[in-house]
């Protein structure tokens, strides 16, 4: 990886250490966080949808089944988030993590790359024991579903990279906390993980459509339901990979600019 990926290897292997000593609550957050919505929504409220659907199901299939993709895609966002978003204010002003490494070799973008490549491990790592605990459960059967797992990586990736162009300007960290409150939160719910969009009103639901985490829901669960088309599924990876990318391109520019001596 070091060959290929170059400076970007240490400011990642940074973040690495830096984990290193949280990561058993690190990997007790992964495994309880699915096991408490799976538990709650999908045998809970899955209970009580079940029975008022009945045979026709929630688009054809338990509402367990349903709910279990779009919360996969919904725990990599979150993931997502909490990495770029507090932690990048962290690593400016209340660590001086960034300011350290800039008089290394390391260049603004190692030093956003780097941050993006331990969120993707992280991404990784998270999908996969969620994917693990969620089959334990029988919310998955379709071996589809491991293609599911780097779709909801990706999902994670387009939230990371344009909220750590975010967080870079940040000057009072309170504003994140209302970026929560007032737009991941609401896009959380709104986003088909818990219900079918269609069930919004008119204006809600096309506003649905333009945020990346509906298209990551819709891709992670036509993979692990074996739905849609791969025109479809095409579509949702080149929306993603255009906010990744744009999110990446602008976090190079704010980065440079915030941290410009």
Not at 122 to 129: D, H
Not at 163 to 189: C, D, N
């Amino acid at each position: 990886m070091r060959p290929l990926l170059g400076p970007a290897v240490p400011a990642m292997e940074y973040w690495l250490l830096r984990n290193r000593r949280h990561w058993r609550t690190q990997l007790t957050a992964m495994t309880v966080t699915p096991l408490l919505y799976l538990t709650a929504l999908g045998f809970g409220v899955g209970t009580l949808v079940d029975d008022n659907v009945g045979a026709a199901g929630v688009q054809g299939v338990e509402y367990l089944v349903f709910l279990a993709p779009g919360i996969l895609a919904l725990t990599a966002m979150q993931q997502g988030f909490e990495e770029s978003s507090w932690p990048v204010i962290g690593a400016l002003r209340w660590w001086g993590t960034y300011p350290a490494q800039q008089v290394t070799r390391l260049r603004v973008h190692d030093l956003l790359t780097g941050h993006l490549l331990f969120i993707a491990l992280k991404l990784t790592a998270t999908v996969t024991i969620f994917t693990a605990v969620a089959a334990l459960f029988g919310a998955f059967s379709s071996p589809w579903v491991l293609a599911a797992m780097p779709a909801a990586v990706l999902c994670g990736l387009a939230h990371a990279a344009p909220i750590a162009a975010f967080a870079i300007t940040r000057r009072v960290e309170m504003s994140l906390a209302a970026f929560y409150r007032f737009v991941v939160l609401p896009m959380s719910l709104f986003s088909g993980a818990f219900f079918p969009v269609a069930q919004l009103p008119v204006g809600v639901e096309q506003l649905a459509y333009v945020t990346p985490l509906w298209h990551g829901v819709d891709l992670c669960r036509d993979l692990a339901l074996e739905q849609g088309t791969f025109a479809s599924g095409l579509g949702h990876v080149a929306y993603l990979l255009a906010w990744t990318v744009g999110g990446f391109v602008l976090a190079v520019r704010m980065y440079a600019r915030r941290l410009a001596p």
